[in-house]
């Protein structure tokens, strides 16, 4: 079962370069989300989508933009990257919550990007 | 503000003696909490969920407990391959598309040494 593919797994782009990063899922799961994970920080939720054409900001939007045309991708854009978006970035995506109210999460193997 | 905290940042353990991790929370609405389990270079795993004051879980040398306000997870005689950072994470919210979000303590690393 492949579950959650991210791509690229390592990238190191230029200060002011633009990518996009890439996130499929195959368990036909609503909900997916984009994290990103600093040394000692935990993991930030950057986006998250409850279903194809849903978006909503997360904690920390700011230089990032997402879009959900299909169930299965989210992808991530970093538009005009700067050295503080070097970090650990990962995906995850989960049912929709049950009548418990939680459902967990399954997440990507990450892709860590360097800005430089 | 919903807060999520986990205690020790780290914990070095010899082979078989037994401990416990803390993640203590304040959140509003808690739908779920849920450990995970990272190694390096790899995406979080899940271990656990608890929806419920005084619920358990149990998964080999893990078991995973939850109070009103905080949750532990015991490590009974661990084995090197326990090694790893583990992170606990929750749901809350009214709102229903809020329900899914996860947010995280910021782990405890464990390393067992033989």
């Known amino acids: 079962n492949a579950g959650v593919t991210q791509t690229p797994k390592f990238r190191i782009l230029k200060i002011g370069q633009s990518m996009t990063l890439q996130c499929t899922q195959d368990?036909?799961?609503?909900?997916m989300y984009w994290y990103r994970q600093d040394p000692g920080m935990g993991l930030k939720l950057i986006y998250y989508?409850?279903?194809?054409?849903?978006?909503d900001k997360g904690e920390v939007p700011n230089g990032y933009n997402v879009s959900r045309s299909t169930t299965e991708d989210f992808p991530l854009r970093l538009e005009l990257a700067a050295p503080s978006q070097t970090s650990v970035y990962f995906c995850a995506s989960s049912p929709a919550p049950g009548g418990r109210g939680g459902a967990e999460a399954f997440f990507g193997q990450g892709t860590r990007l360097t800005v430089v | 503000e919903d807060q999520v905290t986990q205690s020790p940042e780290a914990l070095r353990l010899q082979e078989g003696e037994s401990s416990s991790l803390n993640c203590s929370y304040t959140v509003s609405g808690l739908r779920g909490l849920f450990w995970y389990r990272q190694d390096p270079g790899k995406g979080p795993e899940f271990l656990f969920t608890?929806?419920?004051a005084g619920e358990e879980k149990e998964k080999e040398r893990l078991k995973a407990t939850l109070t009103k306000k905080e949750s532990f997870l015991h490590i009974t005689a661990p084995k090197p391959e326990d090694s790893a950072t583990y992170l606990c994470?929750?749901?809350?919210?009214?709102?229903?598309?809020?329900?899914?979000?996860?947010?995280f303590g910021a782990g405890t690393q464990v390393v067992v040494t033989p």
């Open positions: 989508s409850v279903g194809a054409g849903i978006t």
């Open positions: 608890l929806y419920s």
């Open positions: 368990m036909n799961h609503n909900y």
């Open positions: 994470a929750v749901q809350a919210g009214v709102a229903t598309d809020s329900w899914g979000k996860l947010q």
